[in-house]
């Protein structure tokens, strides 16, 4: 199976402007990314797919694969079907193009949701939650999964709620909780299915692009992960990735 790693990458950003070209000592955001991309062992090949001739030019300066994409695609997954339309594969990636730090065998843990189980259209990762500060933060997106894996349901909040309080913390200790980690890996049929699938109302009102296939009826498989993401949303985000960069020796 030929794998394709994509890095959907917008400029427009509310929180943090031209957020893919942010340098992170000394590197665009965007290389840092694809670089990681490159090294997990599962990807035949990276590409960066981007709506703006800017990130574009940058990737092409740095020996990266770039391909143009239209500015009017909805989501990250989307502008991944839009480059599914314009490459061979057999199984796309979408990897967050704000996760300077992702783990390459985190990569390779999703894509293994779907490459190994000939039944499973569409996968993820997830995480036990550790912090209690996260169950209740909107930022941190909190996943319900059945006991063969499948998600049941994906939230902004507390999910599932634990109506005695007495029990919150036997949850949070005993990792009862999850969180969701920002990777999509999707064969190539049902790539073209989610281009098809309209906007659901629960996509819409929590603003979570994975409730669209759920609320499709289809299935998503997930495998849980050691490995966590650090996104980068804010300034605040970027110096804390920088300080954690700085604790790693950095080639010349």
Not at 7 to 32: E, F, N
Not at 45 to 70: H, P, Y
Request: hydrophobic fraction near 45%.
């Amino acid at each position: 199976m030929t794998v394709v790693g994509v890095i959907p990458a917008r400029y427009a950003s509310t929180r943090l402007p031209a957020k893919p070209l942010v340098d992170l000592l000394g590197r665009p955001m965007i290389q840092r990314v694809f670089e990681r991309v490159q090294k997990a062992a599962s990807i035949d090949r990276a590409v960066v797919a981007t709506d703006d001739e800017r990130i574009a030019s940058v990737v092409r300066s740095f020996g990266g694969d770039v391909l143009m994409t239209s500015t009017d695609i909805r989501s990250g997954s989307d502008r991944v079907a839009a480059v599914a339309e314009q490459m061979p594969g057999d199984i796309f990636v979408n990897i967050q193009g704000d996760e300077p730090l992702i783990a390459p065998e985190m990569i390779d843990e999703a894509v293994a949701v779907v490459r190994d189980h000939p039944d499973v259209s569409m996968g993820t990762l997830v995480r036990l939650l550790e912090e209690p500060a996260d169950v209740t933060n909107p930022s941190v997106v909190k996943v319900a999964v059945a006991a063969n894996g499948d998600a049941l349901y994906f939230s902004r909040s507390p999910i599932p709620h634990v109506r005695d309080e007495s029990e919150t913390k036997r949850w949070l200790t005993s990792g009862l909780f999850y969180k969701h980690i920002g990777i999509y890996v999707f064969r190539r049929q049902f790539l073209k299915v989610f281009a098809t699938l309209p906007e659901g109302r629960l996509e819409r009102v929590e603003k979570l692009e994975q409730l669209r296939v759920l609320e499709a009826g289809h299935r998503i498989r997930t495998a849980v992960t050691r490995f966590d993401s650090i996104p980068i949303d804010t300034p605040e985000d970027v110096a804390r990735v920088v300080a954690l960069l700085k604790q790693v020796k950095q080639p010349r």
